[in-house]
Structures are given as C-alpha cells and as structure tokens.
C-alpha cells in the first residue's frame, strides 16, 4: 500500500505542538478527492454511512461488506490524509478471532490505513489482538452510537462524577493497551479536556468541545447534505437547497427545450460527411 502523507506518528508530533488535528467522515470518491486537495489530516469512514448515505435509522445494521465498499472509494481518492475504517456492530462483539479477521479485511480489501472500534473495558481484549496482529486501532469512548440501546438513546455521555472518572479512566486504559488515538464523542469539554491534557495520545472531539487535540464531523453534516444534523454539528453550506435549485434549473430547461443546445452536442465529422449523410435520410 502506497505511504500516505499524514501518519500515525505525525498525528502524535501534532499533538505535542499543540497543532489542531482535522478530521471528517467521509464516504465516496468524489467528496475523498475534495478532502484530500484540503489536506485533511485524518478520514474516517465510519458506520454513520448506515445513517446518512444508506437511509437506516441507525448504525446498527452496517455490515463489514458496505464499510469495505465505500472505504476502497476514498482510500483511491484520499492519498494525503490518514484513512480509518470503522468496525461495524457484530464485526468484533464475537471473538477475537473474528475481530481480527474483519480488520484484516479493511487493512487488505479497503487498503485503509487502520481502523476504529467503540467501547472501553468490553472490548480491550479485543483490541489489544488487533494490535498485536498488526493493525493499528482507533478507540472511542463517551457516546458509542452502536450502544445506544444501553445507553438509553443519544445523550452526552460523563455529566455525573462517576461517568467523568470512569471515563477518563476507560482513556487511561486505552492508551496504555496501545490504540494511537481516541475519538471522545458528545463529552462534556471539561472531561474531554482532562483526557487530553492526561493522554500522549491524541484526542478527536466529535461535540465534546473545543479543548481536544483534534475535531471532527461528518462531511455530509458540514455540506449541509444531511437533514437531522446533530446539536454539536456545524453546517457551513447548506448544498441540499443549491443542488434542489439545479435540478429544478435542470428540469426547467429540459422541459422548455432550451438544454441541450450546441454547445452540449455533437457533430459529424465534416461536412461531405453530413452531406452525404442528409442526402441517403432526406
């Protein structure tokens, strides 16, 4: 697989020069070529896919072959950032064996250059094999979107003593079994800024504030493309309504007949040509 630009320990050297870590989801070819003229730091393409590409309610039936299928798309586009592939629901929740054999499959199939799994203590087992086996691994503590039937719906995660420290802890643990960087998602800035001051490693807030070594959002919330953006997401476009307008102008112009006109045909490769060719279908 060709080196990419950004790598794992530039994502550390980042941190200890207190230089912001840019991060985003992202799902096709087309946005991945975007991303990667901006010189994002890292790409995830995560399971949220489930959600804003695939019409699910949740992220929950996301299957290793649909994250494989659209991470190989951006991993042909991205060639400067850090790509990541998200573990989906039942990829890792059986066995070590398994969770090894589906992050073998992103690392060979999709060709990323690591992947990312949610959980703390439950899954450290299973981690820690990853990572032995070769594959680097991003955690993510706070909310874990494949949980939230546990968790009782989609709430910010360490608002009481105890959620904070088991938090932070959970962080500690972490580091320490080897994963190179932790996504904290929907975690009170003050908990997300005590892991991150704690941690070598770096840290992605994904709506736990602004005192996290990096950021990061889904592409598709930041375009404007996403109807049920979350509260900690910032829409800098609103491109649903730019490209409704376009069809719109598309279908107008259609109707009308003044698209296609000359400037969007083509011709016949001269004129004895066209001449011959009027003459036989006159």
């Known amino acids: 697989m060709k080196q990419r630009n950004v790598s794992i320990p530039m994502l550390k050297v980042m941190k200890q020069r207190n230089e912001k870590i840019i991060c985003l989801s992202c799902y096709n070819y087309s946005i991945g070529i975007v991303l ?25 039936p996301v299957v290793m072959d649909e994250i494989i299928h659209h991470a190989k798309a951006v991993v042909k586009a991205c060639k400067y950032p850090l790509v990541i592939g ?3 629901f039942g990829s890792y929740n059986v066995s070590e064996e398994q969770a090894i054999v589906n992050a073998n499959r992103l690392m060979k199939e999709a060709g ?6 949610e959980g703390g203590n439950s ?3 299973t981690i820690k094999a990853i990572i032995k086996a070769g594959i680097p691994v991003m955690g993510h503590i706070g909310l874990t979107p494949q949980t939230i039937s546990q968790l009782g719906g989609y709430k910010v995660q360490g608002k009481s003593f105890s959620e904070a420290k088991e938090l932070i802890d959970t962080s500690i643990m972490l580091e320490e079994i080897g994963v190179f960087a932790l996504e904290l998602e929907c975690i009170p800035w003050v908990v997300s800024k005590t892991i991150s001051e704690k941690l070598k490693i770096p840290t992605i807030g994904i709506g736990s504030g602004a005192n996290c070594d990096g950021q990061g959002l ?6 404007g493309l996403y109807d049920k953006p979350p509260k900690f997401a910032k829409r800098y476009v609103n491109l649903s309504e730019i490209i409704f307008d376009s069809i719109q102008k598309y279908i107008k112009e259609v109707k009308e007949g003044s698209f296609p006109n000359s400037e969007h045909s083509f011709e016949m490769s001269d004129n004895k040509e066209l001449t011959s060719f009027k003459t036989f279908y006159k």
């Open 36 to 60: 990667d003229r901006a010189e994002v730091d890292m790409v995830v393409v995560g399971d949220s896919v489930g959600m804003v590409e695939l019409g699910y309610d949740t992220t929950m």
């Open 86 to 88: 998200d573990m989906p």
């Open 112 to 117: 990323v250059d690591a992947v990312s799994l």
């Open 123 to 125: 899954v450290a087992k």
């Open 218 to 223: 889904v592409i598709n919330d930041v375009l």
